[in-house]
């Protein structure tokens, strides 16, 4: 069983389209994650929820949306999409802030 | 403040050699100290962890790392290199406030058959 799922697993798209990537974790984890990863591999964290609300917001354009239905989803919708974000997007969970983090497997975007 | 910072952006060993992969961090707290691994398109996973308990902390697949306060340092380490060991190793700082997660630049290491 898959601790930590993200679909699509590849996403490709124009520039201006609106996209969604779901991530779901089976962990009974109470914290999830969004992280962007570039073409250098450089990982910056997006967002970050615990128990559905939101504790880390870094600075990402508010066309990134995240939306966590439940502890154990948490979506990131994007509006507008634009050629730089192209890139990695990881879904993550743990139990705590400071603890291990499950990491999914990624979602491959490529805005043309 | 924190911050870490990964001194190779790459390191090339031979098979069977020793593996050094160096991270320096700051942090105004006690953190939470981390080594990720990412093989080719993959996610990450967990190699181990320092939470200020023994200071030398043993992981998965023979690698160690050293928690050196006096330092600030926390290398990860491996005596003999494997082919299965190329990857992409990210060092990890986690502080006492939920807003700082912060990612080194990561170190790619190659190993020469």
């Known amino acids: 069983d898959t601790a930590v799922s993200q679909t699509p697993k590849y996403l490709v798209t124009q520039m201006g389209n609106d996209k969604s990537i779901k991530c779901e974790q089976n962990l009974g984890h109470d914290t999830m994650y969004w992280y962007k990863q570039d073409s250098k591999k450089f990982l910056k964290i997006m967002f970050s929820y615990n128990n559905k609300e939101l504790i880390i917001n870094e600075t990402v354009p508010n066309r990134f949306s995240p939306k966590s239905p439940d502890k154990a989803h948490l979506n990131l919708h994007i509006n507008s999409l634009e050629l730089g974000d192209s890139a990695v997007y990881f879904c993550a969970s743990s139990q705590g802030r400071q603890e291990t983090q499950y990491f999914g497997p990624g979602t491959r975007l490529l805005v043309l | ?113």
């Open chain 2, 1 to 113: 403040a924190q911050s870490v910072t990964q001194l190779d952006s790459h390191v090339s060993v031979s098979e069977g050699t020793p593996v050094l992969l160096r991270c320096n961090y700051s942090s105004s707290y006690s953190p939470s100290l981390f080594w990720y691994v990412q093989h080719p398109n993959k996610g990450l996973q967990l190699l181990l962890k320092y939470t200020s308990a023994a200071t030398l902390v043993k992981g998965i697949n023979g690698f160690e790392a050293e928690f050196k306060k006096s330092e600030t340092s926390f290398h990860l380490t491996k005596p003999s290199a494997h082919m299965s060991d190329a990857a992409e190793y990210f060092c990890v700082v986690s502080g006492v406030s939920a807003s700082k997660i912060i990612f080194g630049s990561g170190t790619r290491l190659s190993i020469r058959p």
